[in-house]
């Protein structure tokens, strides 16, 4: 499920990479909607992980989804795990 993870990331990355270049419009809805759909299954591979590896749920949920500076929560989670 790691390498999915990855793959799923690399999906995401080639897709800006591709939309980022292509001059047509059409061309640039139709990728976008197929990042999105890569964005869900990186996010459904990452669910798994955690459900599998709560200290890994304890890092992110230091990290994930909080305002404010992303490095300190970063050093914050490092610190208590
Ligand atoms: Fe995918």
């Given at each position: 499920m790691i390498a999915s993870l990855?793959?799923?990331a690399e999906a995401i990355g080639w897709y800006e990479q591709r939309i980022a270049v292509?001059?047509?419009k059409s061309a640039?809805?139709?990728m976008r909607n197929a990042q999105k759909e890569e964005f869900k299954h990186f996010g459904m591979d990452l669910e798994f992980l955690l459900r599998q590896t709560p200290q890994w749920r304890a890092i992110l949920q230091?990290?994930?989804f909080k305002p404010g500076d992303i490095v300190e929560?970063?050093?914050e989670a490092e610190?208590?795990?």
């Open positions: 990855t793959e799923e292509e001059k047509d640039r809805a139709i230091d990290i994930l929560h970063g050093e610190e208590e795990s």
